[in-house]
């Protein structure tokens, strides 16, 4: 009679105690909390410094008062949008941005207005502007660099004029020859109309420092209007009009 052995039966599966699976838990729970305590918390990550950079017409200290992030604060806990927000608030800065250089720096970079015209003013000096007609400082005289805007406006009157708009793109799209000798830019005003699109809705009339006249007109076909005003000018007329580039009028 042959004997059988019993088939071996399997392991059976270790059970994970019950204070294994808390000390994990706790280990992790531990983890977040230090890091959280390093970053928030801690004197490891904070502020100590800050760096300003782009400045000319403000000072750093002007930047850094308005920044107002005082020196300890958690640099993780810092908002850099807003930071940025309140730097722009000075009215010299066309924008900023804000960037955390770890572990404990700040560094804030400025880009300022550039002033494109003088403005007349009727008690003396003139205030200094930006495409965008934000004064960007006053002046007891008229930079030699900028033209003069002919308005009836003073410079405060002037934030967000789309004439004025419109003659600041037109100085930028001159070519360098012609955009040397801009003493003065005067906007005229076209009525609105059947086939006046917004780019012809201001007319731009630039006064040369030799007593020529240009009627410029919109912003658009930039390209042609110099080079048909590169080869007219060689010539004695004093007045051009480019305002329909292949059709100029000259006087």
Do not use: C
Request: proline share 6%.
């Amino acid at each position: 009679m042959t004997e059988t052995t019993p088939a071996t039966a399997p392991p059976a599966r270790r059970r994970r105690t019950p204070w294994r699976a808390a000390f994990f838990a706790l280990a992790g729970l531990a983890i977040v909390a230090g890091v959280a305590w390093a970053l928030l918390g801690s004197r490891l990550f904070v502020v100590r410094s800050v760096t300003v950079t782009g400045t000319h017409l403000v000072t750093q200290a002007q930047v850094i008062a308005a920044a107002d992030v005082p020196l300890g604060t958690s640099l993780i806990g810092v908002n850099a949008g807003q930071v940025a927000r309140r730097v722009e608030s000075i009215r010299q800065v066309a924008s900023a941005s804000v960037a955390k250089d770890w572990p404990d720096h700040l560094v804030i970079t400025v880009r300022e207005r550039v002033p494109v015209f003088a403005v007349k003013m009727t008690g003396g000096g003139y205030d200094l502007v930006d495409p965008t007609g934000v004064i960007v400082r006053w002046s007891p005289a008229q930079p030699a660099r900028l033209p003069l805007y002919l308005t009836t406006l003073t410079g405060g009157g002037l934030r967000g004029d789309p004439g004025l708009a419109t003659a600041a793109a037109v100085v930028a799209e001159l070519s360098p020859s012609i955009s040397a000798q801009v003493a003065n830019v005067g906007v005229i005003q076209v009525l609105a109309g059947q086939g006046v699109t917004a780019d012809e809705a201001y007319q731009v009339l630039l006064g040369l420092r030799d007593h020529k006249t240009i009627l410029w007109g919109g912003t658009g076909d930039a390209a042609a209007k110099n080079r048909e005003l590169a080869v007219l000018m060689r010539g004695s007329a004093t007045y051009f009009d480019v305002s329909a580039p292949g059709t100029v009028v000259t006087k």
